[in-house]
């Protein structure tokens, strides 16, 4: 089989998991190119990116230009002679990048598209109730996540799975999906296909704070999807009232139960063996929890941090 040279684009560990895919196939990773270390944590120490930590302990050849569009940069980009270019979790590119190599520039997204197009779509797969979900490769355009689709896999979501499970399984399965995509391209084996015209594409718009608070006036099933498919990031929240503190409560994982209950969505029961939160019909009970300011825990450790459990209500 024809080896074809590879620049790749990429930042998180599920970008990472396709590089050393392509590392580890017959084809031959040319230039990587990822985000310029940022300080974290409370040090502000400077942090390398997955993708940067693997490329340079395999010695590949690194790029994080600050601008993608900087000249110099394109022209070391352009000296690579590239076949194709490979993008997986990593910011829109201009025309004049993805345009570059001889056969073209192909995503990795983790969704079955035209459906969960935009930056969370594993997220939104399970909050959705999907009992399926997949991975596609598909050629870049200037729409985003619109090109057409070059191979495309299936992949089942069980009913109690989370994002973090999720993620982990398509990171897997993406990246064999990726070299698969590399070796039909190769063999020109691989017929691209436009994306099928769908009147009301279901959405992965980005996650902002905002769109992580539970509300419990809902259906208790609907309530469960939300907590799965917010955990373990960006999690799930409510807010509890404590005596006259209100506290964030992140909810990573729960159980819950349908019944015809008279109590108001968003009463709470609470004891030393009770968390019990009403909703539209019935209650949901979390099992992992994280209130402001203490660590992540179960919920029996959690509820032997009270003394009382008077004046506490969700706010």
Not at 50 to 64: C, D, G
Not at 105 to 121: E, I, Q, V, W
Not at 167 to 187: F, I, N, P, S, Y
């Amino acid at each position: 089989m024809k080896s074809l040279k590879v620049v790749f684009f990429g930042t998180p560990d599920f970008a990472k998991e396709s590089l050393a895919a392509i590392h580890q196939s017959n084809h031959q990773v040319v230039g990587v190119v990822t985000v310029a270390d940022k300080p974290s944590g409370r040090g502000q120490k400077l942090t390398e990116s997955p993708v940067k930590k693997y490329a340079e302990e395999n010695n590949l050849t690194v790029f994080q230009p600050e601008k993608l569009r900087n000249p110099e940069f394109l022209e070391q980009i352009r000296n690579l002679d590239a076949d194709v270019f490979v993008v997986v979790a990593f910011r829109m590119m201009p025309k004049i990048l993805f345009e570059m190599p001889k056969i073209g520039t192909f995503n990795l997204h983790a969704s079955l598209l035209p459906d969960y197009r935009g930056a969370a779509p594993i997220n939104f797969a399970i909050i959705n109730g999907e009992e399926k979900t997949g991975a596609t490769t598909f050629f870049i355009n200037e729409k985003i996540d619109e090109g057409n689709i070059l191979l495309q896999e299936e992949l089942p979501i069980s009913s109690n799975e989370n994002a973090g499970s999720l993620h982990d399984r398509l990171m897997e399965m993406g990246a064999k999906l990726v070299v698969k995509t590399l070796d039909g391209l190769a063999e020109n084996s691989i017929t691209e296909q436009p994306q099928p015209q769908v009147a009301n594409p279901k959405n992965a718009f980005k996650i902002f704070k905002e769109d992580t608070r539970i509300n419990w006036n809902q259906e208790t099933q609907k309530i469960h999807n939300f907590v799965r498919g917010m955990s373990p990031y960006p999690c799930a929240f409510t807010s509890l009232k404590i005596s006259d503190e209100v506290k964030g409560l992140k909810i990573y994982a729960g159980n819950f139960e349908i019944s015809e209950n008279k109590k108001e969505a968003g009463t709470l029961e609470i004891g030393k063996n009770v968390f019990k939160i009403y909703t539209k019909d019935g209650f949901y009970c979390p099992t992992e929890v994280q209130l402001e300011g203490k660590k992540r825990m179960n919920v029996k450790d959690f509820l032997n941090g009270f003394h009382s459990f008077e004046n506490i209500e969700i706010a």
